[in-house]
């Protein structure tokens, strides 16, 4: 299974710098298979499809982060300034995020977010 991870928000301070993100992790898996095309031909297909939402606590690196509860009362994992430093850009987040799942040894990140 592959791990990957979706912003729920993204806050910003001053409407310049980054002070606080929530995120939610997803695990799931690649598989293949054929699609019609607008000619009428088949083509294989190979996609990466979340079949999972994680809970923050099963997670190793995300066992002692602040959790906020979304809107259907399920928990996320908030990052903020103490966490990730002064930062303007979605760039510079997204860095952070996937240095943060990096350090779970036990899950194997999708290539977009390695």
């Known amino acids: 299974m592959l791990t990957d991870y979706k912003f729920w928000y993204i806050q910003r301070a001053d409407d310049v710098h980054i002070s606080e993100c929530a995120v939610r992790f997803f695990e799931g898996e690649v598989s293949t298979k054929d699609e019609l095309q607008i000619d ?5 297909v190979t996609r ?9 606590k099963s997670m190793d690196h995300t066992k002692n982060k602040k959790l906020k509860k979304d809107h ?15 930062i303007s850009t979605d760039a510079e987040l997204v860095q952070f995020v996937n240095s943060e ?6 899950r194997n990140n999708i290539p977009e977010q390695a």
């Not at 990466?48 to 923050?56: G, I, K, W």
Request: charged fraction near 40%; avoid cysteine; proline fraction near 3%.
């Open 101 to 106: 799942m990096r350090k779970d040894k036990t």
């Open 72 to 86: 259907k009362n399920r928990d996320v994992v908030t990052y903020d300034t103490s966490d990730f430093g002064v």
């Open 48 to 56: 990466y499809r979340r079949t999972l939402r994680l809970d923050p």
């Open 40 to 44: 009428g031909s088949a083509k294989s």
